[in-house]
């Protein structure tokens, strides 16, 4: 039992040697141009020079600030509008059309227009990425709150429960999962979001800093500032994780996450 | 288990007809009833009968089309709103156990009462010593995913006994379990009864469980729904499981297939 445990744990690092492998092996016998893509050994050098420039802290977090707060934003808003658009019905339905409007907007087109509004610095992409994130953190929490199950409606009916009891005991709580749900994908689009307004406007973060790789045909630093951003994503996915276990330790999606980690 | 012959529970002229699609459907028929305080009454009847209707509306889940509910002395419902100063002494028990996911065994067991404002310290004490009762001692603090299905259902059970209800309403409570755990279940119900003593109001569509359970067994016919037949059942507290293999009540189920088989 124990011995077959560890070989499936061998999979996913074998799998990563192989791709860099490959890669490697790909790029010298193809002799693929280092503009197009860069040996991974150069990638490797890149990233030491990335992580050991101490300018790299200050753009990190300048892209981790503005990616936390826009998202802190988005869910703030986001599940309080929510659940009121799910208590009231007939709010619901006159809001309906503007949502699925501002819904389908390419929100990333807004961007030039909030730097016109807020400016090169932070604040721009704070609400990039707020944006971003809101929508499906919005959407999320209204069929949270709407799919409530009907014998546990019942059951707070016959307890005499009063609005607020419905909503702390009730309400609140079975629609978490969902919020959550929301939450997962609202934090990987504020990334996107704090990334793309740094495309545009001023000169900090991880964004710029891609975009500064570029301009000056660094392609194996272009690589290492993906790798980091990856990096970066993945943890706050994984705070989004630990989140669910903390909040909702009860839902199966938790358990799901804890075997995911295991593994 | 009181000798008081007032009624408890008191259905006046009442009917429920739904409408769907401009259809409208009777689902219950004009019916009186008066249910005596105390007493185990079973509602037993072919799925689409009713039964279920008619325990909902003396829960006060739904309203009646006409008449009235009277719990005590008093109307069910004020106006649009249910009556809280009599509903507050109902406790439901559904075919679906319903507990929240969210909270512990205990916890839920502990919600109603929360919801009147119980303290907490108090209140699962309370609820501990419920979860001895209906026999799930030990899994006070677990999640009630983790339990089996008859064992949610004894925690329901608890869960509507926390505030002493004079009245329990049960909608086919051991519906979705096995027949091993029906019996068992049935068992313990009539034990918690006798202790509790309080008033039951049954609704099963297995004939051997409203025999076995039953003060008095109201055979419902369907579409519309009615009252077709009353059956008392005699035998005396505690009934142990064998008093099925007696011929008396081999003869009461008898007479209920017969007359069930005659209405579907």
Redesign the interface.
Known sequence: MSWKFDRTRLITPALIVGFVLIWHFYVTWFNVSKFIVPPPLEVWDALVELLTTPSTLRHTWATLYETLLGFLIASVIGVALGTMLGKTPWLERAANPFIVATQVVPKVALVPLFILWFGFGPESKIVVAAVLAFFPILTNTVLGIKSVDFGHRDVMTVLNANRWQNFVSLELPSSLPAVLAGMEVGIVLSIIGAVVGEYLGGATGLGYLLVASMNNYKVGMLFAVILLLTIIGFLLYLLIGALRRLVIPWHESATINERAAKV | MTSSTAPDIRLAGVEKRFTADERTVLAVDRTDLSIRAGEFLVLLGPSGCGKTTMLRMI???IRPSAGTVYIGQHDLWVGSE?N?AV??D???V?Q?A?L????SIEKNVA??L??RGVQRKERLAKARELCQLVGIGGFESA???QLSGGMRQRAAIARSLSYDPHILLMDEPFGALDAITRDQLNLELQRIWLKQGCTVVFVTHSITEAAFLGDRILLLSPRPGRIDTEVVVPFPRPRPTSIQMLPEFQAIVQRLRERLEAIT
């Open positions: 829960a006060g889940l249910r809280s509903t507050k109902l406790g439901v559904f679906d319903n929240f996911p969210w909270f919600l109603p929360k919801l999640w009630p995913r």
